[in-house]
């Protein structure tokens, strides 16, 4: 059974800071892994999606690197900004490609 | 590209009543998630739809069932709704994209409370 599991589960830091937040699954049978970003009470935001077969993905201030053999996935966010608080998810697909098994989430506050 | 819509946003409702969610997914996306969320365990799929078919479903009981209409739109129900129902359900579509890969988009969510 797939499990993922989020390190820290919050996180406080002052605006400009970079910062590395973490996810490990278990089974690294996976076909990709993707990063997504939640506000408090709303809906999901795809950030990245790594493909098995990439080692890193980026967007903007955002980088997500994939390591399959030892199960763990880094989402590097750079310079920090109070409008990056939020929770952030990271998830892999269990099966099948549409269904995903989520961690728990990492918890981020940017402070001024 | 209008992106997943879900209708209602919120909804009140009272144990023993049943409850009917909608989800309009991304125009050419053809597959449909359906996920829980709640507190204590944070997200979990529910089932998916493809082409009016049920492909996956999670461990939920039988009160929880969908169905999915032929332009991909999908609904949920929950029939004899319990205090444990309440939660945010969010629907997810996804398609075939770049390198193929199934990049899942999500809704706003509804947030279901049981009274």
Same mark, same amino acid.
């Given at each position: 059974?797939?499990?993922?599991?989020?390190?820290?589960?919050?996180?406080?830091?002052?605006?400009?800071?970079?910062?590395?937040?973490?996810?490990?699954?278990?089974?690294?049978?996976?076909?990709?892994?993707?990063?997504?970003?939640?506000?408090?009470?709303?809906?999901?935001t795809s950030l990245l999606l790594i493909q098995s077969s990439q080692r890193e993905q980026t967007s903007g201030r955002l980088n997500a690197s994939l390591d399959k053999s030892?199960?763990?996935? %880094?989402?590097?966010?750079?310079?920090?900004?109070?409008?990056?608080?939020?929770?952030?998810?990271?998830?892999?697909? &269990?099966? &099948?490609?549409?269904?995903? %098994?989520?961690? &728990?989430? &990492?918890?981020?506050?940017?402070?001024? | 590209k209008a992106g997943v819509t879900q209708t209602p946003r919120y909804l009140i409702k009272t144990r023993g009543q049943q409850v009917t969610l909608s989800c309009s997914p991304i125009s050419g996306h053809r597959s449909v998630s359906w996920y829980q969320q709640t507190p204590?365990?944070?997200?979990?799929?529910?089932?998916?739809?493809?082409?009016?078919?049920?492909?996956?479903?999670?461990?939920?009981?039988?009160?929880?069932?969908g169905r999915q209409f032929s332009n991909s739109r999908s609904e949920m129900n929950v029939s004899t709704l319990e205090l444990g129902d309440s939660a945010l359900y969010l629907c997810a579509s996804s398609g075939l994209g770049g390198r193929g890969s199934y990049e899942q988009y999500f809704g706003p969510g509804t947030r279901l409370t049981v009274t």
């Open positions: 059974k797939q499990e993922v599991t989020q390190i820290p589960a919050a996180l406080s830091v002052p605006e400009g800071e970079n910062l590395v937040l973490n996810c490990s699954f278990t089974d690294s049978a996976i076909y990709n892994l993707q990063w997504f970003r939640q506000d408090p009470g709303k809906g999901l030892s199960g763990r996935s %880094t989402l590097y966010i750079a310079a920090s900004q109070p409008g990056d608080s939020a929770t952030y998810l990271c998830a892999v697909p &269990t099966g &099948t490609a549409s269904k995903l %098994t989520f961690g &728990t989430g &990492t918890r981020l506050q940017v402070t001024l | 204590g365990q944070g997200l979990q799929f529910l089932f998916e739809y493809f082409s009016e078919t049920q492909r996956n479903k999670g461990n939920f009981p039988g009160r929880f069932s």
